[in-house]
């Protein structure tokens, strides 16, 4: 594969590989936080949860979300197939899973800025700001992970060569 390929094909490993980890960051945080534990839904900043209608409406954006949310994961999974398969390069595992921390990463860093700061749609737990900026900091450590898996990944293939 020449050179020109092969950074074409990482991009789009990288790119399709981050809307994976985008939508599973969602997913997960949908799932636990949202519908286990139900520490904060959606909408929990617009929409008090602690009646029973406020609760099935919450509940009802949470839903409507997380199927958004499963719709870009299996978008990117598709796109991720279809560029391995036409590569003729192995897809790099380390690779994929970096760029699918930086794809969790960059929603959870989105989420807490965004939905927890500047649209004050919700919180980590209901009626506190306590857990915010640990959200945040957690996000953050994802995303330097991913791109610290990044790193290593593109210098393994620079030393193969």
């Known amino acids: 594969m020449s050179d020109s390929a092969s950074r074409k094909y990482g991009r789009g490993l990288l790119l399709w590989g981050g809307v994976i980890g985008f939508g599973l960051g969602a997913v997960v945080d949908v799932v636990i936080f949202h519908l ?80 927890h700061y500047v649209l004050d749609a919700h919180n980590v737990v209901h009626n506190t700001e306590a857990w915010n900026p640990h959200w945040v900091a957690v996000s953050l450590g994802l995303l330097v992970l991913g791109v610290v898996l990044l790193s290593i990944a593109d210098g393994a293939v620079q030393s193969n060569q």
């Open 36 to 115: 286990v534990f139900q520490h904060h839904h959606l909408l929990s900043g617009y929409i008090d949860p602690t009646s029973y209608d406020g609760l099935r409406e919450n509940v009802r954006y949470d839903g409507l979300f997380l199927s958004g949310m499963l719709g870009a994961t299996v978008l990117g999974l598709l796109f991720v197939w279809r560029l391995v398969n036409g590569a003729d390069r192995r897809l790099s595992g380390l690779y994929l899973a970096g760029s699918i921390l930086v794809g969790a990463g960059v929603f959870n860093v989105f989420d807490g800025v965004v939905n």
